[in-house]
């Protein structure tokens, strides 16, 4: 029997899924992380090719039974990232006796795109740590807005706001900004309640920055206005992401879904978002992911094998 490999890495996990050439998924498991960008590439693509290797072995399978793998993953948007993965883990296979030819190497985000909107146009949008757009034509082209990176981009993500977040717990530490929720329960959860061990945390302890998104949710909830300003000012953000992927699909109307952390649930957040979509883009539909990105990896997989 022959098959079809889709891996969705993840910064805590890394999903794989083995389907037969019609795309059905015959088997699925679930392994260590494979984010590159947080635990380096050679790690990366050891957990890979093992997660594989144990899915053939349940399966009683091989790997020359392998006709397709797409692995999406953070970091690859860009080719030369996508290509340095890919090599990166055919170079490991060969080190292990394996030599794949059908290595396809994509981003999470595509893989995300591909899942949610597997046989029309559509967009998704991905807000967690990081934030980007992709949005797919209906003649099947991709186009992306955003994903820069949390140095110059990153827009609407839980970086920007947590950054937000922090820059006024410390103007109220020293009397240049108003008095926030926010500090109150950074200081209840993390014990920063001084200026010197907020840049302790920050600089020396290297505190997750990303995750005081859901504090500055919290706050928000609470009626706190720096926090609100700050959730505002972030939607707005991300609304301008949607307009720019507007133009470049040329679509009279959009179907849109979610993705990522901060806006897959429901929460002041999403519902904000929710809320100026509806204002500001009514030829803009909100929409329910068809199927999950680890689907979108199989029918990647899929689409390559069948026009090879």
Request: aromatic letters at 6%; hydrophobic letters at 40%.
């Amino acid at each position: 029997m022959k098959y079809l490999i889709g891996i969705d890495g993840g910064g805590t996990k890394t999903d794989c899924a083995v389907a037969d050439l019609s795309g059905k998924i015959i088997h699925q498991t679930s392994g260590k992380p494979s984010n590159y960008l947080v635990i380096g590439v050679e790690e990366a693509v050891a957990n890979i090719f093992s997660l594989i290797e144990e899915n053939l072995f349940q399966l009683e399978g091989d790997f020359s039974d392998i006709k397709q793998i797409v692995i999406g993953t953070a970091g690859a948007g860009r080719n030369e990232d996508a290509q340095l993965l890919e090599k990166s883990f055919k170079d490991y296979a060969d080190q292990q006796r394996v030599h794949f030819k059908t290595v396809k190497v994509v981003s999470d985000a595509h893989i995300t795109l591909e899942g949610a909107f597997p046989n029309s146009s559509g967009c998704i949008l991905i807000a967690g740590t990081g934030s980007i757009l992709f949005g797919k034509d209906e003649k099947g082209n991709i186009h992306r807005v955003g994903g820069f990176g949390r140095l110059i981009g990153d827009e609407g993500s839980g970086y920007s706001i947590g950054r937000k977040a922090l820059n006024a717990v410390s103007k109220e530490s020293d009397d240049r900004g108003e008095k926030t929720l926010i500090t109150q329960i950074l200081n209840d959860k993390m014990n920063i309640n001084f200026s010197d061990s907020l840049i302790n945390k920050v600089y020396k302890e290297k505190l997750d920055i990303a995750s005081l998104a859901k504090i500055v949710i919290e706050a928000a909830d609470e009626g706190d206005e720096i926090a609100e300003n700050i959730l505002d000012e972030e939607a707005d953000e991300l609304i301008l992401h949607i307009k720019s992927i507007i133009n470049k699909i040329s679509a009279g109307r959009v179907s849109l879904s979610f993705s990522g952390s901060l806006i897959d649930n429901k929460n002041f957040y999403s519902e904000l978002i929710r809320r100026k979509i509806k204002t500001n883009l009514p030829n803009v539909d909100i929409v329910k992911p068809f199927s999950s990105p680890l689907n979108g990896a199989i029918l990647l997989a899929k689409q390559i094998v069948d026009e090879r």
